[in-house]
């Protein structure tokens, strides 16, 4: 019997058992029907210990990793060395100006409102001389990934006469799901982080909250190399200036291979983002009678985005089987199992991947590391 299986039976044992298990131990001979005297005496001791066959059953699960949750889970990582990722906050870029266009300066602090029901909160971070600023929303999570457009001031401003928000610099990321901590706490105890090994450098990757995954290819050039390859809280290719960011952290470009940075001494880290790559899929189907065929095409477009978006949150799982390297293929054959899923759909052939009628297997070496972007979606019937 395993924990989960002892707690399983433990749950088991409710008010009904044990109140049975109590009046089973009593005579025949005494009258032990509800409402008689030694009925209403066990009663309450039956529920008792029903509640503590409850709460013994929480404590079995919280002890163990594997079924352990929330804030009990939490302490099993600090046990093991690591902790939850907590979220972050999306940056974004702004710009601000007169009633005649004009450029209007802000000052770190001021604070900014999205237009909607339930406004997201900015504060300026960093101001500069041409009517920009950098923001971060004040709220933790991805709730403000998305938005993109005027702003209203709330710290007020004379001159200003419009705000709007141009360009998200940094995609925030949601609090780490107990399924991926936990996923992370198994995995570290056979592979422990040390010394400038994968582990170390996957590390020191997810204590910089702008990144989002991170591949490591050790070696990549000689002898002390490391090249990181990492992509932003959206499993986009990271922006320039989160490439720059992390190089300066991890190994800064002034004193290279020095240990200045999270680095040990005498490793020269290159950090880059993927190359994208992109798939345009052409698809050729066979409706039913009933079928709509606008919302058809809506489905399989909404399917296409999620199953891409699956295939990048898989992209730096490290295979085993290929030496710790990495490995993604995109199956025309589990697009077509998606296909037929869905509503109004009778029939359809195997899609086509960039015009060709093969899988595509995504490069992973040392030159290039290959990021799936869904392009154009092409139906016909």
């Given at each position: 019997m395993n924990p989960n299986e002892l707690a399983d039976e433990l749950e088991a044992q409710n008010y009904d058992y044990w109140l049975d298990l109590m009046l089973d131990n009593v005579p025949n001979d005494i009258d032990k029907r509800e409402g008689s005297i030694i009925y209403d005496a066990v009663a309450p001791a039956a529920m008792v210990s029903a509640q503590q066959s409850l709460s013994l059953a929480n404590i079995i699960r919280e002890t163990y990793i594997k079924t352990a949750q929330g804030e009990f889970l939490?302490?099993?990582a600090v046990e093991h060395?690591?902790?939850?990722?907590?979220a972050t906050q999306t940056e974004v870029k702004a710009k601000f100006n007169d009633d005649d266009g004009n450029p209007v300066n802000v000052e770190v602090g001021d604070r900014f409102a999205s237009i909607a029901e339930s406004p997201i909160f900015y504060t300026v971070i960093k101001a500069n001389d041409?009517?920009?600023?950098?923001?971060?929303?004040?709220?933790?999570?991805?709730?403000?990934?998305?938005?993109?457009?005027?702003?209203?001031?709330?710290?007020?401003n004379d001159n200003l006469a419009w705000a709007e928000i141009t360009e998200i610099i940094a995609p925030a990321r949601?609090?780490?799901?107990?399924?991926?901590?936990?996923?992370?706490?198994?995995k570290n105890d056979a592979w422990l982080a040390y010394g400038g090994n994968i582990a170390d450098y996957?590390?020191?990757?997810?204590?910089?909250?702008?990144?989002?995954?991170?591949?490591?290819?050790?070696?990549?050039?000689?002898?002390?190399?490391?090249k990181l390859v990492i992509v932003n809280n959206d499993l986009m290719p990271a922006s320039p200036d989160l490439v720059k960011k992390v190089k300066n952290i991890i190994d800064p470009e002034d004193n290279e291979a020095q240990g200045v940075g999270l680095a040990p001494i005498d490793h020269r880290v290159t950090v880059v983002a993927p190359e994208v790559l992109k798939v345009d899929v052409?698809?050729?189907?066979?409706?039913?009678?009933?079928?709509?065929?606008?919302?058809?095409?809506?489905?399989?477009k909404d399917m296409l985005n999620e199953l891409f978006s699956e295939l990048r949150k898989d992209w730096d799982t490290i295979n085993a089987t290929v030496g710790r390297g990495y490995s993604l293929s995109i199956y025309r054959s589990r697009?077509?199992?998606k296909i037929m899923l869905i509503d109004g759909v009778a029939d359809s052939q195997l899609p086509k991947l960039n015009g060709e009628d093969k899988d595509i297997h995504l490069i992973f070496s040392n030159e290039v590391s290959q990021l799936p972007i869904l392009g154009e979606v092409t139906i016909s019937e």
């Open positions: 939490d302490y099993r060395g690591t902790s939850r990722y907590l041409d009517g920009t600023a950098e923001m971060q929303a004040e709220e933790a999570g991805t709730s403000a990934n998305s938005y993109i457009g005027q702003v209203l001031p709330v710290t007020p949601d609090a780490e799901t107990d399924d991926h901590l936990r996923e992370r706490i198994l996957l590390d020191m990757i997810h204590k910089i909250s702008e990144v989002g995954a991170a591949q490591i290819y050790p070696v990549w050039a000689g002898s002390g190399t490391v052409s698809i050729q189907l066979q409706l039913t009678d009933q079928a709509n065929k606008v919302a058809v095409e809506k489905g399989i697009i077509l199992s």
